[in-house]
């Protein structure tokens, strides 16, 4: 036979082998093919707990570091650490997965409760030292004493 377009007519001849091939050894005899079997199974879902623990542990992290929204952020964070852990525990059961999403929504949520707790600290802190008061108090007395003489502030 002639070949045409580099193709050989004969299988297994023309240099290159193919994966998974009835191929002939040197004695005549042929080896199998091995047949993957696949076992149908329903496609594994995420846990539901673990996905909204995603959330809330970016929600909480966004609303913590804007200063002002770090009371709700702490609030998010914590409910991000429960369904975190909840969304672990929901990932052992077979069928279930998410146990990354879950891992990663409980590390934001507990990084913005820590971010939280410690603006709330550095606050406290400010308004517990006397001195720091006072100079508060001196810098809006300043701001105060530059505004023009028709400006009335209430006192």
Do not use: C
């Amino acid at each position: 036979m002639t070949e045409r377009s580099g193709a050989s007519p004969v299988p297994g001849a023309g240099g290159g082998r193919r994966a998974g091939a009835d191929e002939e050894d040197h004695s005549g005899r042929g080896r199998g093919v091995e047949v993957e079997q696949r076992a149908v199974t329903k496609p594994a879902r995420t846990s539901a707990a673990a996905v909204f623990a995603l959330i809330f542990g970016v929600l909480a992290l966004f609303s913590v570091l804007i200063v002002i929204l770090a009371p709700v952020g702490l609030v998010f964070g914590v409910i991000g650490l429960i369904l975190g852990v909840v969304g672990l525990r929901r990932a052992r059961r077979p069928g279930i997965t998410g146990k990354g999403v879950a891992a990663g929504g409980l590390v934001l949520s507990v990084v913005a409760v820590l971010v939280a707790i410690a603006f709330a600290v550095g606050v406290v802190t400010v308004l517990n030292n006397q001195s720091a008061v006072d100079r508060l108090q001196h810098q809006v007395q300043n701001l105060r004493d530059k505004l023009p003489a028709q400006v009335t502030v209430p006192h």
